[in-house]
């Protein structure tokens, strides 16, 4: 159980375009998901909580009109990231929490933005 | 400020020894700790959860410690494998259901 999936695993997009990156639940249902970023050999770096019904929590420093997140269902998160820029290149990790604390990891998304 | 501090050497060790990872932190109290496993190009995995009144927890092969008096974590995989080889995160809550990690160590295995 607990199984969270994202799309895509990796894509590749010029600069100046926008990306979208699903997250899902596959076999629960999530009130609440999480955003990461990891650049290489760093640690993970939480950017937003994404809130079912509600809007998005950012961590500070991470701008909320480049870095879209909806939260539309209990099931499917998403992550826009507008107007791409070479520095935003990144491996993006969602993950869904349950109530006992542990998080559940989506298999991430390999970003490049050219 | 808070702090989790894991090191950042990779740890090279035989197949069969124990390894044993460490986490420390500062100016935490946290509830509980928890322990992910992450390979390369892909997201953790969670592990095990122990909290401040455990002092350790087992799963398997796996061994977690958690001293609140000297705000240490270690964690061990003992008769380890080639398989073991990945990067080991710990990670401490900071909120509701968040999390911060700490910058993980690698374990190599080698047979």
């Known amino acids: 159980g607990a199984v969270v999936s994202q799309h895509p695993s990796w894509v590749i997009c010029k600069s100046g375009t926008s990306v979208k990156i699903e997250c899902r639940s596959l076999d629960f249902q999530a009130t609440t998901m999480f955003w990461y970023r990891q650049f290489p050999k760093q640690s993970l770096m939480l950017m937003a909580t994404s809130n079912e019904g509600s809007k998005a929590t950012y ?6 009109d480049k870095f879209l997140i909806n939260h539309a269902s209990l099931t499917l998160s998403t992550l826009t990231v507008t107007s791409a820029h070479p520095e935003d290149s990144s491996f993006y990790i969602c993950s869904a ?11 991430g998304t390999r970003l490049t933005v050219t | 400020s808070q702090k989790i501090e894991q090191n950042s050497e990779a740890l090279n060790i035989q197949e069969g020894k124990t390894a044993t990872l460490t986490c420390n932190y500062t100016n935490y109290s946290p509830a509980y700790l928890q322990w992910y496993r992450q390979d390369p190009g892909r997201g953790p995995v969670f592990l095990l959860l122990i909290r401040e009144n455990e002092k350790e927890k087992r799963k398997e092969r796996l061994k977690v410690t958690f001293d609140t008096t000297l705000k240490q974590s270690l964690f061990h995989i003992t008769a380890s494998q080639p398989a073991d080889s990945a990067t080991y995160l710990c990670a401490l809550p900071t909120g ?5 990690f700490g910058t993980g160590t690698r374990l190599l295995v080698s047979p």
Do not use: H, I
Not at chain 1, 97 to 107: D, V
Not at chain 2, 96 to 100: E, G, I, N, R, S
């Open chain 1, 97 to 107: 929490g349950l109530a006992k604390g542990e998080q559940y990891f989506g298999p």
């Open chain 1, 59 to 64: 961590e500070q420093g991470v701008e909320k």
């Open chain 2, 96 to 100: 509701f259901q968040k999390l911060v």
